[in-house]
Structures are given as C-alpha cells and as structure tokens.
C-alpha cells in the first residue's frame, strides 16, 4: 500500500536556527518525491521535488531535501529558519503515470522568536 | 496565466443541498484532480481526470460528481451535501507526463455542511 508518513506533528524551533522535517514512504514503483507548504488559509505551494538524479536537492526560499532510497525517506532541511517558514509542511509521492498524489498528514512549524 | 482558479472561496450548505465547486486551469494541462483535506489527514484524492471526457475515481469518490468536458474545466457536484463532506477542497492540475511531473494547486474552497 502507498502511504507517507510524518511522524511529527508539531515541531517548535527558534529563528535562526536550523531545520529538519521527516517524512517516510511505501511505495511500489520508482517514487515522484514533492514536499509542499501551506501557509495558513492558502493553498499548497511546491517547495521541491525529486525523481531522478542528485540525491540531495535544492528547493525554493532555502530548502532542500535528501532521499534515501535504503531508508525510503525524504526529509526536508534548512539551515536557518524564520519566522516567515512558519506553515505546516506536506510531503507527498506519486508517480510518473499517474494522476494521485499521496500526502502525509502534515508537520505543523511554529518558530519563535 | 492565473494557474489553477477555484469558486467559490467560501460556502455554506445545509444538509441535502446539492452544488458545483467550479475548478479552472489556464496551462493547457492534461491532467486535473480534487482533493479535499482534512485535520490530521493531509490530502485525499477525491476524483481525476485525465484529459477531456475522462474521469475516474480517486481515494474518497463517494457523494461527489465530476464532469470534464473542456480541458480548462473540472467541476466537483456534491449530490447531497452531509456535514461529513464538510472540509477544504483542492484543485490540481499537471501536465502530461512527458512533459511534467508537477501539480499545481488552486487557492482552495472552504465548505461548511450544517
């Protein structure tokens, strides 16, 4: 079965410091990677993605995010976060071939100051 | 181009009532889909389209219509709304796949079921 999962539901961090979101996945075919963020009553904006290539990749507005086919993860990474970051973050996987996408419950950021 | 398009923001339903949630696209993409999220859920895939006068069903299809008659066009009928369809709906869209992987969302619907 494909599923995603983000073991954290909350995570609190200090501007300036640096960042890690988890998220793990089970997927049968060659895995279409995607993290999104979603600020608060908006809609779901692409951070990065991943599907071939690089194992390490570089997103928008300072992330990035590693793969690790023998883990099956792709955690999410910056290196300082502010106070503007503070969203919830969504990882997702999908296929080449396919129309679904299937997201992991969501990792809510709150950063203080 | 103004990407992905949804009307309305906001909508109030009492129970049995039927609507349309309207879902546009400007990027010539092939592929279209409806998800609605929930609290702790994350997204789930509602229906899909593959390009005009294709449908099929996605992850939670019960209770809800599709139609694509027009690449630009795919619109979400609640039949008879129940206040367990009460949630935010999502509009995607992507290009084929030889051309893109990528799914852009549109600003969501927020909808309330009493």
């Known amino acids: 079965a494909q599923s995603v999962t983000q073991p954290d539901i909350h995570i609190t961090v200090s501007e300036g410091a640096s960042l890690e979101l988890r998220c793990n996945y089970s997927?049968?075919?060659?895995?279409?990677l995607f993290w999104y963020v979603q600020s608060p009553g908006q809609g779901l904006q692409l951070l990065l993605k991943?599907?071939?290539?690089?194992?390490l990749v570089q997103g928008i507005k300072g992330f990035e995010a590693e793969f690790k086919r023998s883990q099956s993860s792709f955690n999410l990474r910056k290196p300082s976060v502010h106070w503007s970051d503070a969203a919830e973050y969504f990882c997702?996987?999908?296929?080449?071939?396919?129309?679904?996408?299937?997201f992991g419950a969501g990792t809510i950021l709150r950063v203080k100051s | 181009n103004a990407g992905v398009t949804q009307t309305p923001k906001f909508q109030v339903l009492k129970t049995g009532q039927s609507m349309t949630l309207q879902c546009a696209q400007d990027?010539?993409?092939?592929?279209m889909s409806w998800y609605r999220q929930d609290p702790g859920m994350g997204l789930r895939l509602i229906h899909y389209?593959?390009?005009?006068?294709?449908?099929d069903q996605g992850e939670v299809p019960n209770g809800y219509n599709v139609s694509r008659s027009t690449t630009e066009d795919f619109p979400l009928r609640l039949l008879s709304a129940a206040p367990s369809q009460t949630s935010v709906y999502f509009c995607?869209?992507?290009?084929?796949?030889?051309?893109?992987?990528?799914?852009?969302f549109g600003p969501g619907t927020r909808l309330t079921v009493l």
């Open positions: 995607a869209s992507r290009p084929a796949p030889r051309t893109g992987i990528e799914q852009f």
């Open positions: 997927y049968g075919a060659t895995p279409y």
């Open positions: 991943y599907f071939s290539g690089d194992t």
């Open positions: 997702a996987v999908g296929a080449r071939y396919g129309n679904k996408l299937v």
């Open positions: 990027m010539n993409h092939e592929y």
């Open positions: 389209s593959v390009g005009a006068g294709i449908t």
